[in-house]
């Protein structure tokens, strides 16, 4: 056993470092225990022969979280971030998400035939975007603050939350998928755009914030998201913390409702008097615990059987462009490409899942060309596919560690017709790669040990998450064993995870009810 700290941390992922912050605000002592050869978890990057990728996520919201929870941790820098934008494409419409009015005209001019259905679209949805502008991009986030400016904080938050009438009650409860359905009956290619976008059965208010951060809200560290990620590690760590990378947990130790300790697959233990899980809670249930019955059966069969959100395959294309060629094809730092109005993620049968539905396509370099070498370019192709599609990626196994010929195979074919589609929006593409590799839902799976390569948490179907009706759960049965990040919260994502390491770390100490209330 190593020296006792106040806290083991599980995870160096935006929770995990977050969490070790605040913590040394509070004058404790913690060490953080990661699985990856590098801190980041969802939000890694590699480096290949100069050219820089993203692995998970491409960029981040803001939504009056992320920004006050660095400025709290002294470590905002607004020359850090740049706005990442969004353009939109489908097989009949081509727009840039930089204005809702101006997103109107476009979608009118691509649908005739729905202009009075888009022009009550538009007028609904704008009014409520700005409620949100109002409550998210006005301040700090109401759980962030303390005392009086929390006080103000909720009733600003209730005075805007009032301004959306009737919708704002409904927002909880009705899913984006009817609420299009009203506008357009009679339009499926625009009542699944605007009402499924890729996600089942996604809360109403969830679509907006998507609405509201797509056009307002989106942001993206000038160093790469793994820069930003080095840059929470090398204060942690500057400020006294400890990290052990390749250091995965494989024993959480037990004693009756308390953890003694944690074992890494290494052999090292690490004791504590408090622990922080921040990675994946069936891991934890099923595989870490030494002796798992303190927590309640029903739970962890609840826990164990709930869906988690989509996956991906991801391409890092070097491309022999430079920024302003690249620029003329894919206008902005995001082009999200529908090729087919469906639905196919979740699909395990369809040889052509990877060629359906939609595609991200994402640039770094383009605005900041330090990462890809110079007269070349970064880019970044996501496709949404299941973990266990064509038997399990031709491995026959969920075990995402193995790797068979026939793996590698369709890894291959895959990348090369990700490459091909992508042509309608970077004509040529093909002929100017200088650089290539591909990740499957199996790569991220390795990467970070979420269950199925899930790269949000819990599914954003309100219908089947678990988490749906309670939001947050931070606590589990055992009594100095917490959870943060991605799983602990819903529907997650970077800014609540990063939130979530506040929360928890003054709630260990403090009580989690004195979060919410002052």
Excluded at 151 to 163: G, H, K, Y
Excluded at 346 to 369: C, I, Q, R, T, V
């Amino acid at each position: 056993m190593t020296d006792k700290v106040d806290v083991v941390i599980i995870g160096g992922g935006i929770a995990g470092l977050c969490t070790g912050l605040y913590l040394q605000k509070m004058g404790k002592r913690s060490i953080i225990l990661e699985h990856g050869k590098q801190v980041g978890g969802n939000m890694s990057g590699i480096w290949r022969k100069g050219f820089y990728f993203d692995c998970g996520d491409q960029s981040t919201e803001e939504v009056g979280i992320l920004f006050p929870v660095l400025k709290e941790l002294d470590l905002y820098d607004p020359d850090d971030w740049v706005r990442a934008r969004f353009r939109y494409v489908t097989p009949d419409c081509d727009v840039m998400m930089y204005d809702y009015d101006e997103m109107r005209e476009g979608f009118k001019k691509a649908f005739p035939g729905s202009k009075a259905e888009l022009d009550r679209w538009f007028d609904f949805i704008k009014p409520q975007c700005e409620s949100m502008r109002r409550m998210m991009g006005e301040g700090a986030f109401n759980l962030l603050l303390e005392g009086k400016e929390k006080v103000r904080a909720n009733l600003r938050m209730l005075i805007n939350s009032a301004s959306m009438g009737t919708t704002g009650m409904k927002m909880m409860s009705m899913t984006g998928e009817e609420k299009a359905l009203e506008y357009f009956p009679d339009e499926p290619r625009l009542s699944y755009l605007f009402g499924v976008g890729g996600a089942e059965n996604m809360l109403l208010m969830m679509h907006m914030t998507f609405w509201y951060s797509f056009v307002q809200d989106y942001w993206y560290p000038s160093a790469g998201l793994q820069g930003f990620m080095y840059k929470l590690a090398d204060a942690y760590q500057e400020r006294g913390g400890v990290i052990h990378l390749k250091s995965t947990v494989d024993k959480v130790i037990t004693s009756g409702p308390w953890v003694t300790g944690v074992e890494t697959s290494g052999g090292e233990r690490f004791r504590a008097d408090h622990y922080v899980n921040t990675g994946n809670p069936k891991r934890l249930i099923n595989e870490m615990l030494d002796d798992n019955r303190v927590w309640p059966y029903r739970d962890r069969q609840i826990t164990t059987a709930a869906p988690v959100s989509q996956s991906i395959c991801s391409a890092f294309l070097g491309v022999d462009m430079d920024a302003e060629e690249l620029k003329k094809h894919m206008k902005d730092h995001h082009t999200l490409y529908w090729r087919s109005y469906e639905s196919v993620g979740l699909d395990m049968y369809d040889p052509e899942a990877h060629n359906k539905g939609w595609a991200m396509l994402s640039a770094p370099s383009l605005h900041l060309p330090h990462l890809a070498p110079e007269g070349k370019s970064s880019l970044n192709i996501q496709v949404n596919t299941s973990y266990h599609w064509q038997n399990g990626w031709a491995t026959g196994t969920d075990d995402p560690f193995s790797r068979t010929p026939q793996y590698r195979k369709l890894k291959k074919k895959v990348l090369d017709d990700i490459i091909r589609e992508s042509e309608y929006i970077i004509p040529g593409l093909s002929e100017k790669i200088v650089y290539k590799e591909m990740a499957t839902p199996r790569s991220f799976s390795r990467w970070t040990l979420n269950p199925e390569g899930a790269i949000m948490g819990w599914t954003y179907d309100s219908l089947k998450a678990h988490m749906a009706k309670t939001y947050a759960r931070f606590r589990t049965p055992y009594k100095n064993l917490f959870m943060a990040g991605q799983y602990a919260t819903w529907p997650a994502g970077v800014v609540f995870s990063a939130m979530s390491g506040k929360i928890v770390s003054k709630g260990i100490y403090g009580g989690f009810w004195r979060q919410l209330l002052y």
